[in-house]
């Protein structure tokens, strides 16, 4: 994808400069133009078919842009993916593998690398550095079959910060998790960042389990990517023009907020959504550098 | 073939010594060896049926290499080769489709009869192409065996863990720069190999037996990858051999035999794991 021609400061992780994202000739989202600061804890959020794992293939650089630039921990997306660790969302419901658990963590380590290389001792230090981390260290043994889905989604954040990455991307980790196991990854990615330092980014499309450890998020509304730290984007007229239904905010007496939405819907409310070709119509930002994709 | 008596063969000892029976057991070696490896990498991929379809194209060119005078292996392992080539580009999920596959199963299947009609000797050959004929294998079929063997396991030495690793973990592996596409094709490429090096054996319709049954069996005994191949290969290994051996005694066809192994193995595992699971 493009040069880099802006310069960027060294805190930023992954910079949007303009970038647009079309399947055939349907725009996903346009204009996203923001930063990520390193050291963040990100959601992506969105209803569904916005393209938020769209956005997360963009930064890796799967996902061509069709406009603009993405710059990934100081490169163009794709460029840095050695040091990204990436938990897909089809993670624990598609696999039926007969791996153990030590030998999935150990694939994030070594799985790239052509050639005969016997496993090191370093390695499989490694390897169980990172399942203690996330808890699994009594699960080494176990086939990823015999795991729950809990078990299986930090087998897979273990796999993904085996090999020491600076930015960890999720997408949908807390999906078909019970409550308990939800807890169990969030309070993982919570140390993660305060301890490691590691930015963290997320695609969810419930936000309430993470709004305890979450810096910033990107709304995909109207389809442009917005970013917002966490005390902007909790706006409940703006969660509820997000997601369709109505949603309210509520600040608990120990400070946590939760996004609640309301118990049932009023018939007479209608949601406004609007398909992201349909928007672009007549939602158009001002940029200094105005550069219109061709759509 | 008349005589349809189901007697022991008192002298099966002196058969085993003939110089068909010392070919059947070579071959047996190498095949068991190439299938022990890959079956593991097919199921890891869910692609067992592709695997299984791959033979089903090879046949077609098997019976029309025979009607055009040329060796059924070539044959087999040309249209085995461009199935898999053009399974492969379409990417690891298009050998997950059931329908697809099942469909090109069926009309290479009928294409390969069309074929073995036009001739009287491909007509001839048909049945040892859908059910093997290990006793017919030659001294030069086992060298372009073992052949395939060494070049088998060289390439695998070279891209074990990156096909491991797309195989268990597609979308991880592509992200962490794992060329997929061209893992993709290498995986089918090589299957293509063992399917011809495996139709000689057990013939195109037995061949799953052969080539996924143990590595299934293997995987239920063992969780190591490298340790469920070398299970799978000698379970492969024993099924062939007992097959010829048991072959000798009593005059059943050695397909059948080495697929009741091979079956009984599996069921066993099966068996064994359920139990240890109560």
Known sequence: MGGDTTTHSEHECIVFDNAAVKRGDRIIWHHGSFTIPYGSVTAIVGTNGTGKTTMMRAELGLQPLADGTLTVLGKPAGTMNRQIGYVPQSYTSDIDSNLTAEQSVLLGLTGTRFGIHPVTKAQRAKTHEAMAFVGIADKAEYRLSQLSGGLRQRVAIAQALVADPKLLMLDEPLANLDLASQRAVVHVLARLNKELGMTIQVVAHDLNMLLPILTGAVYLLDGHPHYAAMNDVLDSSLLTHLYGTKVQVVTTPQGDMFVTPTPDEADDVIPDTHDPREVARFHRHEYHHDTNPGA | ?278
């Open chain 2, 1 to 278: 073939m008349n005589d349809v008596t189901f007697s022991f063969d008192p002298d099966w000892l002196s058969t085993l010594t003939l110089p068909f029976m010392t070919n059947a057991f070579l071959a047996g070696l190498c095949i068991a060896l190439a299938a022990g490896v890959m079956g593991y990498f097919t199921i890891a991929r869910h692609s067992t049926f592709a695997a299984h379809a791959l033979a089903h194209i090879g046949l077609p060119g098997a019976t029309g290499a025979v009607l055009l005078g040329l060796p059924v292996s070539l044959g087999m392992g040309v249209f085995a080769l461009g199935g898999a080539l053009v399974i492969g580009a379409l990417g690891k999920r298009a050998t997950q489709r059931e329908i697809a596959t099942g469909t090109v199963l069926a009309f290479a299947t009928g294409l390969g009869l069309f074929f073995a009609r036009l001739s009287s000797s491909a007509s001839q050959q048909m049945q040892s192409i859908l059910f093997g004929s290990i006793l017919t294998i030659t001294t030069d079929q086992i060298i372009g065996f073992a052949i395939f063997d060494v070049l088998l396991l060289a390439v695998l030495a070279v891209i074990y863990r990156p096909l491991l690793f797309s195989s268990v973990d597609e979308q991880v592996a592509q992200a962490k720069g794992v060329p997929i596409g061209m893992m993709n094709v290498a995986f089918m490429a090589i299957m293509a190999g063992v399917i011809t090096i495996a139709v000689p054996a057990v013939g195109t319709l037995l061949i799953f037996a052969l080539v996924i049954t143990p590595a299934a069996a293997a995987n239920t005994l063992v969780t190591s990858p490298l340790k469920a191949m070398i299970v799978a290969g000698i379970l492969c290994l024993v099924s062939i051999w007992g097959g010829l051996v048991l072959s000798a005694m009593f005059p059943a066809p050695p397909s059948f035999i080495i697929v009741t192994l091979s079956t009984l193995f599996w069921a066993a595992a099966k068996g064994v794991d359920s139990l240890k699971h109560r």
